[in-house]
Every structure is written in C-alpha cells, then in structure tokens.
C-alpha cells in the first residue's frame, strides 16, 4: 500500500507542488484577500529564522503586524530578525529564545507568554527531519519531541489567551507527504523496525493534520487549519533531502511562494469563514486523503495518539 501512495503521491506532487502548479494556482487567487492592515494584531510564528517561517514574517510584519519569533538559535535569530525589520520597516518584531524540541522550555515560555502578552494568532511552523534516531537531553526521539509535542504542548497552553481575543487563529504547516501516511498512534517515538527519517516526517506531518482537526473540534471559538506550502526550496529541505533537492531544484517553489498560503491563513478575512479544522493547498480547502489508499484512522486510533501526548507532555510541565 505504501508504494502505491508513494507512487500517486509523487505524480500528484509533480502537477501541484511544483513552482508551475503554484503559479498554476495563483491565477485564482484573489489579490484583494492580502489587501489587509494588520496592525494591533499579535503573530507568533515558530521557526522563524528561515525558510517559510522568516518570509511568513516579513509579509505579516509589512502588513503592520507584531511578530513574535520563536527560534532556537540567537545569533540567526537577531540577523533574520534585522531582515524582516529593515524590508517591513516595523519595529514591532520579536526575538524569543526557545528549543521546540525541549518540553520544558516549550511549557515555560508558553505560560509565561500567555500571562503578559497578547496573541491572535499563531502559526506552528518549527519542523526537523533527523537522521539516524537521536534522543533529545530529556530522552525523547527528536522528530517527535519538535514536530509533535512542542507544537502540542505550545498550542495546548496558548489556547487560553488566544480564546481571550478577537478573531483567534492556529495554523500549521503541515506537508503533503503526510499523504502517504496513515497514523500509527501505537509507536510514536518510532522505537519499532527501520528507521526511516522521511517517513517520521511524513508521520508527523499527518499527526499534525489530525491534531489540527481534533483541536477544530474542542475549541470553537478558535480557528484552526493546517496546509501544505508545496515543494519549496528550503534551508531545510537542502540539508535533510539532498538527494530529492538534487533532483528536483529546478521545479521547486520559492519560500515566499511556500509562505503565500500561511499568510492567508493567518491574516485574509478570507480562511474563518470556511469550517475550523480544514488542510489547505494554494488558498483552498483539499482533502486529506488519496483516493483508495486506505490511510483514513479510527476515532480510536486519533484518541489514543491526544491521550499520549497528554500523558507526555503532562510529565514535563512546570
């Protein structure tokens, strides 16, 4: 079953994920949703310093919105940090110092976010594709402990402050290749057989999609999405998926063209009036599944993976 959602997966990918497929897309777009103000309104956006998560804050931040970064490193931090000031002219962007992949540091800078600041929305953008299996100092898989748990726990705790104001978002990038994923709620961690660093992506990306429906359907007074940027030519993506860089460099999207549909999400009066809980591509609503490929969970299945980060993260709360 895995080849064929690979196969689909990848000639799917080849007609929309592509620079072609965006531009495709954007012939639909209407220019009047970015047409927005967006000042007084409060953006936290994680893995900030780079690829789609610095362009997202330079497009928010030109639009009059405090931007709130959330980085790991200081000194790549500052510098994306001038970037984003010196092209937006707005001084009302933000250094925060924390390692998504810590618990701990996760819990504690949320919480203590949340009692003196404001936020509208965030935008869970922090991801890593680690190879070989590695364990962080608090002895979780690495993958899992940034791309599942920190999203988790930072969204659980902020959800207190985002219900306190005006127009509440969550979005979060996601992946297509969570396509060829079907959840595997019984090993997390990834303890089990080979380990693939492509496929815990991919498993992650499809965690990431169930959380954000699963929260869709908790808290209806926020609104949650999750999407897909395409295939964009990333620090990231160099780094964890040379040999796919490679191969496909020339037809990959730009971070700004990979950022375009976060942006919407997170500032176009445009998003809230679709249902919460909603996996986007390009500016619409696509669905989270291939045809035939038996990747659809069970209720059971999607309680059993909240009941475990609960647990976890509970374990690391200050």
């Not at 207190?160 to 709620?185: F, I, Y």
């Not at 996996?279 to 990747?295: E, I, M, N, W």
């Amino acid at each position: 079953m895995s080849i064929y959602r690979n196969a689909v997966w990848f000639v799917k990918g080849l007609q929309e994920y592509t620079k072609s497929g965006y531009e495709a897309a954007a012939k639909h777009f209407a220019p009047a949703d970015l047409e927005v103000d967006l000042s007084g309104r409060s953006y936290m956006i994680t893995g900030a310093n780079s690829g789609i998560g610095k362009a997202a804050a330079k497009e928010i931040a030109q639009r009059g919105g405090t931007v709130h970064m959330i980085c790991r490193n200081k000194d790549r931090a500052e510098a994306a940090k001038g970037e984003v000031v010196e092209q937006s002219k707005n001084d009302n962007v933000h250094v925060h110092i924390v390692d998504m992949s810590s618990a701990r540091q996760v819990w504690e800078f949320a919480l203590n976010f949340s009692q003196n600041n404001t936020i509208h929305v965030l935008i869970n953008n922090a991801c890593c594709m680690i190879d070989p299996r590695a364990l962080t100092e608090e002895g979780l898989e690495k993958n899992f402990a940034t791309n599942i748990l920190g999203t988790y726990i930072l969204t659980t705790a902020l959800i207190p402050a985002l219900k306190k104001v005006e127009d509440p978002r969550v979005v979060t990038v996601s992946s297509g290749g969570m396509l060829t994923q079907k959840l595997n709620a019984d090993d997390l961690q990834f303890e089990k057989g080979t380990f693939d660093s492509v496929m815990v992506y991919a498993q992650n990306k499809r965690q990431q999609v169930i959380l954000s429906e699963r929260w869709a359907s908790q808290h209806k007074e926020i609104h949650f999405s999750s999407m897909h940027p395409g295939w964009v030519d990333t620090p990231g993506v160099r780094t964890s998926m040379p040999s796919f860089h490679a191969k496909m460099q020339s037809k990959m999207r730009t971070e700004a063209m990979g950022a375009d549909t976060v942006v919407w999400l997170a500032a176009s009066a445009a998003p809230p009036k679709q249902p919460s809980g909603l996996f986007f591509q390009d500016r619409k609503a696509v669905g989270t599944h291939l045809p035939l490929a038996s990747s659809r969970s069970t209720p059971q299945e999607e309680e059993k993976l909240l009941a475990a980060l609960d647990e976890i993260a509970l374990k690391f709360k200050p």
